[in-house]
Each structure stands twice: as structure tokens, then as C-alpha cells.
């Protein structure tokens, strides 16, 4: 079992930026391949990126390619996402989700590759 518990959304206006935490807890943090997703209200739960279990490799949806950085501190047991140049479009509930499996990051982008998940962060952008 992972616990994961994010941290650091509000509100941003747009062209600005926010970093959200990913705090995880339990089993080796290491061991599992990060990733982003978000919510905005009656939309889907889509994919934002990812990170392998180094940080080495990060893959990225093209909305957010060039403005967004996972990275992933493992001594800490934490994963960020840090959102620059952000956009009203980018609304959303933040969420941080883990995967055990073993694949390339660039093919783990759908919610149901992913095992445990966190409580969200809600990020708000104003025009």
C-alpha cells in the first residue's frame, strides 16, 4: 500500500506559477513510476505526465509539454508538479498517482494503469 497526500494548489492568476507536492507513504516510494492527472468539473480525469521511479525520464501531455516539470525527490518520498505560464484552462483537481508497473512511462497514460492515488489539490487559475 501507497498513501500519497498532495499539497500546494490555490489560486494563481494566469501567466503565473504553483508547485504541487506529492507526499508518499508506506511501501519504497521508489519502487513506482509517478504520475499526474487532473479533473476540471465535467470533464474526464485526463493525463498531465509522469516520472519513472529514478526521475530520469519524464513524458508529458502536449497541453502542458514546455510549461509543466515533474520531478521526483526520492530521499523525500515526494514527487512535484511545477506549473508555469498557467492558463484558466488549466483549472483543475490536481491529482498524484502511483503504478508498479513495469513499462516505459511513455505508455503508462491512462487512470487505469495506475494503482493508488492521492486526495487531490485543487488549482484555480483566474483570467
Known amino acids: 500500500q501507497v498513501q500519497l497526500v498532495e499539497s500546494g494548489g490555490g489560486l494563481v492568476q494566469a501567466g503565473g506559477s504553483l508547485r504541487l507536492s506529492c507526499a508518499a507513504s508506506?511501501?519504497?516510494?521508489?519502487?513506482?513510476?509517478m504520475g499526474w492527472f487532473r479533473q476540471a468539473p465535467g470533464k474526464e480525469r485526463e493525463f498531465v505526465g509522469n516520472?519513472?521511479?529514478?526521475?530520469?525520464?519524464?513524458s508529458y501531455a502536449d497541453l502542458v509539454k514546455g510549461r509543466f516539470t515533474i520531478s521526483r525527490d526520492n530521499a523525500k518520498n515526494t514527487v512535484y508538479l511545477q506549473m508555469s505560464s498557467l492558463k484558466p484552462e488549466d483549472t483543475a483537481v490536481y491529482y498524484c498517482a502511483a503504478t508498479s508497473k513495469h513499462a516505459l512511462i511513455a505508455v503508462l497514460l491512462s487512470v487505469s494503469d495506475y494503482d493508488y492515488w492521492g486526495q487531490g489539490a485543487q488549482v484555480t487559475v483566474s483570467s
Open positions: 516520472i519513472n521511479w529514478s526521475g530520469a525520464s519524464t
Open positions: 508506506g511501501r519504497t516510494f521508489s519502487a513506482y513510476a
